[in-house]
């Protein structure tokens, strides 16, 4: 017998029975005759490893334990979509559109939105990886877990390139199985599908995974203009054929009172589906029309996610507490009596600071509304006065810090700790230093900082650099072992070679998020240089403001802060900006107003975007009379239409290419 030929007619099968009973619902073999099939294919592969790959169908059980998922960057960026939250929102997305379209209906893709966790998939024939979502420039490769997921195909009818993005998600019979194993041994329970399915993806054990009952829709086709496919409802059919799980529920809406239809008869329906949504998608279906539409920095102006208004419940303010933040902010915050709200029980909700408890008229003791913000973030929308007794009592504000007892200040609406050695600053300072967007340590979230703050094994995030001596110690401790320490070690030691955006955003200066730590990183090159900035120089930055420069100036020049600065130097950490720094570019773009209108054929916009601002550039997603320059590609529209009235300068994409050089 021919036994590569015979794993391939195995291998051939198994996919075909498995698309069958997990996409079809409509198997055409008993389940013996499956598992028959599958005890031949693993006696095959056991006798002889060399035949077996990781897409065969005995990896779909799982197995494959990894150190840590690689990070992949997107081919093309994974974009978020705007929301709209009531008819009017709609409406105007519609008016929107028509006027760009110039078309007096539009017709629309109505999709439910499912909640769960975005997945990439690339294909070339077989599958090359699945990738989450992550910052949408960059994710996870998460292949070895996806794989476990027996709807999805590991290999498709093409042999080009095929990129189709969707949602994971737990259905609400696997999430209510999962929950009563694990309250049998004594595990906490998931809050919700969506926590689940994002928990189960992250597991570096695939056979975790497996065992999970995951599924997945895919809803849109990334380069499906390269098949010469125009209509999304086409890409979405065409999927279909390939062997891909969609979402049947979706409809094409002829204008945008059909969409409006569509969401109130999916209103009524949410509560009877087999899983969790928390909105529709409305996509403009005619892809062709997508660059004419165009897209801001973040989201494309042809899709809308509706999200459904959040469901209110009632419960009781049962007392106030106050948290330090990692700025010395004291918070105010409901202790509830638990209340199950949009899919996960409730205890606790912010409370902001002192005017809002007083603006809303809140009693300690108080019946009060509860609401999820955008069904994630525990809200308190009022009292019930109605339902006092008497026996509520006034809420006072605090004078002194909850943790170090120092006297707060109060600084428009809110009061500060002005302690700098406050623990509870030092915690929140810590958690924010290690957090993905500054330094990315992998493996140091908020209870483990609280852990090991609590231990003693640090105090403050130069101490971090020394957590390799405390290392026995926390082998000592519940839940740690020999390799997931050294996991995180590594990923400390690793974090000292991030460029200098990421330190900057870690250090938590006032004013300065993500976005402006770049800006200041690359136009300064380095930390000694950028605290040697006076608050005139600062000012003169784009988008510097007189409050944004005094907290820089000021946090260089604190004791405090000087010794910290020294102190990671000490331990070695990079302080210069690993990009091109603005002063060294001198090019053509230096302090340009860019826009990008119309689709590059060498690069993305996301990946365009980086490379202006790294020459100094601005780049602004609208065409103004401040504007400099317009690149524009293939598919360029109403922009380039304003650029060319305005008499603003206007490079095609070979120019471009020509200038960066």
Not at 164 to 175: A, D, H, N, T, Y
Not at 367 to 383: C, F, M, Q, S
Not at 528 to 546: R, T
Not at 603 to 615: F, P, Q, S, V, W
Request: charged content about 30%.
């Amino acid at each position: 017998m021919d036994l590569k030929k015979r794993v391939e007619e195995i291998t051939a099968l198994l996919e075909r029975y498995n698309y069958e009973y997990y996409v079809l619902d409509n198997p055409s073999v008993s389940d013996a005759e499956y598992d028959r099939l599958m005890q031949e294919l693993i006696m095959i592969e056991n006798e002889h490893p060399e035949l077996r790959s990781n897409l065969s169908p005995t990896q779909r059980v799982g197995g494959q334990v990894v150190d840590e998922f690689n990070k992949i960057k997107h081919q093309r960026m994974m974009l978020s979509l705007a929301n709209a939250f009531n008819e009017d929102d709609l409406l105007d997305f519609d008016r929107k559109v028509r006027e760009v379209t110039g078309d007096d209906e539009v017709t629309y893709m109505a999709e439910l939105k499912i909640d769960g966790l975005g997945m990439s998939l690339v294909y070339h024939g077989n599958l090359l990886y699945a990738a989450t979502r992550g910052d949408g420039t960059e994710g996870e490769d998460v292949t070895s877990n996806v794989i476990t997921i027996k709807s999805i195909p590991s290999h498709i009818d093409l042999k080009d390139d095929y990129e189709i993005r969707g949602e994971v998600f737990m259905p609400k019979k696997s999430l209510q199985k999962l929950n009563e194993m694990r309250e049998k041994s004594g595990e906490p329970l998931f809050a919700n599908a969506r926590n689940a399915a994002a928990g189960s993806i992250r597991q570096l054990d695939s056979s975790i995974a497996a065992s999970r009952g995951l599924d997945a829709f895919w809803y849109y086709v990334v380069n499906a203009k390269d098949f010469g496919i125009r209509y999304h409802s086409e890409a979405l059919n065409k999927a279909d054929e390939l062997g891909f799980k969609t979402n049947k529920e979706r409809r094409l809406c002829h204008g945008i009172e059909q969409v409006l239809g569509y969401i109130e008869e999916y209103t009524e329906k949410r509560s009877s589906l087999p899983y969790d949504i928390d909105g529709i998608v409305i996509k403009v279906d005619d892809m062709s029309l997508y660059d004419k539409i165009g897209y801001t920095a973040k989201t494309p102006k042809w899709a809308i996610a509706y999200k459904f208004p959040p469901e209110e419940v009632i419960t009781k303010l049962q007392d106030i507490i106050f948290t330090v933040g990692r700025t010395g902010k004291i918070t105010p915050n409901a202790v509830l009596e638990p209340v199950r709200v949009a899919g996960s029980v409730v205890q606790r909700a912010t409370l902001h600071n002192e005017d809002f408890v007083k603006d809303k008229g809140l009693l300690i003791g108080d019946y009060v509304v509860l609401r999820k913000a955008g069904d994630v973030i525990p809200e308190v929308v009022r009292p019930l006065p109605e339902r006092r007794t008497g026996n509520e009592r006034e809420f006072e504000m605090i004078g002194n810090c909850p943790e170090c007892g120092a006297p707060l200040i109060r600084k428009d609406a809110m009061h500060f700790c002005i302690n700098p050695a406050c623990p509870a600053r030092q915690i929140e300072g810590i958690i924010h230093f290690a957090s993905r967007d500054a330094m990315d340590i992998e493996g140091m979230g908020e209870k483990v900082v609280e852990q090991f703050f609590n231990q003693g094994f640090f105090s403050n995030i130069v101490e971090i650099y020394s957590l390799y001596d405390h290392r026995e110690d926390i082998i000592s401790l519940d839940g740690w072992q020999s390799k997931s320490i050294d996991n995180l070690l590594n990923a400390i030691e690793n974090s000292k070679a991030n460029s200098m955006e990421k330190l900057l955003f870690g250090l938590g200066i006032k004013e300065v998020g993500a976005k402006m730590a770049k800006t200041l990183s690359r136009i300064y090159g380095d930390i000694d240089s950028l605290s040697q900035a006076s608050e005139e120089e600062l000012l003169e930055i784009p988008d510097v403001g007189p409050i944004l420069a005094k907290s820089v100036f000021e946090w260089f020049r604190n004791e405090h802060n000087i010794e910290l600065i020294n102190g990671l130097r000490n331990v070695g950490l990079n302080f210069k900006f690993l990009g091109s720094t603005t002063k060294a570019a001198n090019s053509y773009f230096s302090g340009k107003t860019v826009v990008l209108t119309g689709t590059l054929e060498s690069m993305g916009r996301k990946e365009a975007t980086d490379i202006l601002e790294n020459l100094g550039a601005k780049v602004t997603g609208s065409v103004s009379k401040a504007t400099d320059v317009v690149i524009a590609g293939p598919g360029a529209g109403s922009k380039l239409d304003k650029a060319q009235a305005l008499g603003i300068t206007i490079i095609n994409e070979s120019e471009f290419l020509e200038l960066i050089k």
